[in-house]
């Protein structure tokens, strides 16, 4: 069996785990977030790196709710931590999170398959899906899980989607990270 057919084959066998364990990270790490926060254990100033990459994993594991660790990275880097290291774990954490959409869009692809736009936008992802990638990891946006979503539903290798969102997202949170340093420095 070649590698594509044995793909679609362990797609179509598993399609139905693969639509739930979006689902069940998010409600995983949602449960154990609040009841770190709840019992005050979760503080960006004492758990430090870690809590940040609690939270961006947290912000990009939601699909679809615009939950964004921004705001987690300006206050990490105002208390004095390096925004270099601040990007990189945010970026780590979020481009693993991102890999919920990617498999919402592998368990949907047989919905996706039945829409009449599918195969156009198939050929147009499949075409542009590097720059797309990139680019929309790179900017903030809340609509991200829609890339995610069709990287997986069109098989996109799963290897090359973790490395682009990781490089757009360091980029994303090193600009945002040095512009709330030299902002809050130079008030």
Known sequence: MDKSNYRHHWLAQHQKFLRVTPLLISVAFIATGLVLWTTGTFNIETVGYASIWFIAFIGAALIFLPVSALATVCVAVAVDLNPFIVAVVAASAESIGELTGYLAGMGGKSFFEHNRFYLRFKNL?????????????????????????????????????????????????SWIGLGCYYGMTWF
Do not use: T
């Open 125 to 173: 992802f499949e075409k542009y899906s590097f720059l797309c990638l990139l680019i929309g990891s790179a900017i903030p946006n809340p609509l991200f899980d829609v890339l995610g979503i069709a990287a997986g539903s069109v098989l996109y290798p799963v290897k090359r989607f973790i490395l682009l969102v990781f490089i757009g997202k360091v980029v994303k949170f």
